[in-house]
């Protein structure tokens, strides 16, 4: 009878002996190979099935992963590219809020408990310097990791970018589209520019889509009880619905950095 030439190509898949193909998992034992008789090899034993579900961890691992960078771009940086990111206040936490600022603690636990289920308006108020912008932030990252988005602005670089678009002769129904229907939206430092025509539009038009379908926003302002003179009345008065209002008083912590 011939003998069959196997290529050596194929002839070098696998281990020449059991013992060489044999593996041993630390939880599951030992993974029986399995021998070829076309080669006249042997073939290690398929995953076990903690293999399985370390590489199903893994991808999922890296998906979250991925997803995080993704959000942390669309929360900071989605105002266009003529106007700078925040995307420095991704590190901000409500531990780490906590540590330098102990006298908010009122504020600090209202953010805890925002975060923990958003609804309604959350205005953060009171002078400069005292942790108004690090908690809007810490609200929008605590609630990434739960995978809630949220879209965070500056007042002023909202409505610079709005006319950013009117200037180039763009629809700014974009950026509107993506103020009114995130999760959760976050406008810092309300108040901070004076109020025009366009201003109490955008404001308007925003703060009264985003209440009458019950989606959450979270602001910061230095005088709350002046709030209709920097969004327009029509909008304070929405914002008034299912309203927590925190005073942040105290000394301005950037002087004793």
């Not at 939880?27 to 034993?45: A, M, N, Q, S």
């Not at 590219?81 to 006298?103: A, G, H």
């Not at 400069?128 to 690090?134: D, E, M």
């Not at 009264?208 to 709350?224: G, L």
Request: glycine share 6%.
């Amino acid at each position: 009878m011939l003998e069959i030439q196997r290529p050596s190509k194929i002839r070098s898949v696998g281990f020449a002996t059991h013992d060489e193909a044999l593996w041993v998992c630390e939880k599951c034992g030992p993974i029986e190979p399995h021998y070829v008789r076309l080669t006249d090899r042997w073939l290690r034993g398929p995953e076990c099935p903690c293999q399985i579900e370390a590489r199903r961890l893994q991808a999922e691992t890296e998906r979250y992963l991925a997803w995080m960078r993704k959000d942390q771009q669309n929360c900071y940086n989605w105002l266009g590219p003529f106007i700078s990111d925040d995307l420095p206040l991704v590190e901000q936490t409500l531990d780490s809020f906590k540590r330098p600022l102990k006298w908010q603690e009122k504020a600090y636990n209202a953010a805890r408990l925002f975060a923990l289920e958003p609804n309604g308006t959350i205005i953060f108020y009171g002078p400069y310097g005292t942790g108004k912008t690090h908690l809007l932030a810490a609200i929008t990252n605590e609630l990434r990791l739960r995978k809630f988005s949220s879209r965070f602005c500056v007042a002023a670089k909202l409505h610079q970018a709005v006319a950013e678009c009117h200037k180039s002769g763009e629809d700014a129904y974009r950026l509107m589209y993506q103020a009114i229907t995130a999760p959760l939206l976050v406008i810092d430092d309300v108040g901070a520019s004076k109020l025009s025509e366009s201003r109490l539009e955008t404001y308007e038009t925003i703060i009264d889509e985003r209440t009458k379908h019950r989606r959450p926003i979270a602001i910061s302002t230095n005088y709350v009880d002046q709030l209709a003179e920097f969004v327009g009345g029509r909008a304070k008065s929405r914002l008034s619905m299912n309203q927590i209002a925190v005073e942040m008083d105290g000394d301005d912590y950037r002087m004793e950095m």
